[in-house]
T-cell receptor
Framework: GENVEQHPSTLSVQEGDSAVIKCTYS??????FPWYKQELGKRPQLIID?????GEKKDQRIAVTLNKTAKHFSLHITETQPEDSAVYFC????????????FGTGTRLLVSP | NAGVTQTPKFQVLKTGQSMTLQCAQD?????MSWYRQDPGMGLRLIHY???????DQGEVPNGYNVSRSTTEDFPLRLLSAAPSQTSVYFC???????????????FGEGSRLTVL
């Protein structure tokens, strides 16, 4: 089955800096990669996703890149703000048959003012 | 439109007790699932359902039962609670598959369970 590794487990940056979180997956057939953000004590919420037929996707200050050959994908947050502080989870899935997301172990991002 | 509602938000149990975590969604989603969240381990799938009357096991099903008698409700039952089941539990639903492909996986607010 699919296995997703996520690094780093914690990341501290200064406000205005960029943050990068990386994930690797094991199943080359996986073709959909969402990212979820979980603020302290809150529910995870989808912030961006990418399909395997796209190399990069942007939404304002966040972007996701995908390298299918190396089987890794990354979340990039530019001009970080304190409200970006949260736990971020990557996930991978093969969108055929029964769909069961496999999540990474999470990255705690702390943005200091 | 309340989305996904979980109850209770907090619960303390003694080893061996049983309980049910309730999950209800009002979005007419066919797909529902239960995850547990443990420090350093991310979100792991316990059980899932692709429609009323249909359930199946996820990655960590032992010690839990589910049923799906209606589209709206997907309760999770702990049969005989153990300290290893201390965790935060999330129910989720989506309209486009368990993973929310081409759509979002909507999570409830979570239920924090402590087993003593």
């Amino acid at each position: 089955g699919e296995n997703v590794e996520q690094h780093p487990s914690t990341l501290s940056v200064q406000e205005g800096d960029s943050a990068v979180i990386k994930c690797t997956y094991s199943d080359s057939a996986s073709n959909y990669f969402p990212w979820y953000k979980q603020e302290l004590g809150k529910r995870p919420q989808l912030i961006i996703d990418i399909r395997s037929n796209v190399g990069e996707k942007k939404d304002q200050r966040i972007a996701v890149t995908l390298n299918k050959t190396a089987k890794h994908f990354s979340l990039h947050i530019t001009e970080t703000q304190p409200e970006d502080s949260a736990v971020y989870f990557c996930a991978a899935i093969k969108d055929t048959g029964f769909q069961k997301l496999v999540f990474g172990t999470g990255t705690r991002l702390l943005v200091s003012p | 439109n309340a989305g996904v509602t979980q109850t209770p938000k907090f619960q303390v149990l003694k080893t061996g007790q049983s309980m049910t975590l309730q999950c209800a969604q009002d979005m007419n989603h066919e797909y529902m699932s239960w995850y547990r969240q443990d420090p350093g381990m991310g979100l792991r799938l316990i059980h899932y359902s692709v429609g009323a009357g249909i359930t199946d096991q996820g990655e960590v099903p032992n010690g839990y039962n589910v049923s799906r008698s209606t589209t709206e409700d997907f309760p999770l039952r702990l049969l005989s609670a153990a300290p290893s089941q201390t965790s935060v539990y999330f129910c989720a639903s989506s309209y486009s598959g368990l993973a929310g492909v081409d759509g979002e996986l909507f999570f409830g607010e979570g239920s924090r369970l402590t087993v003593l």
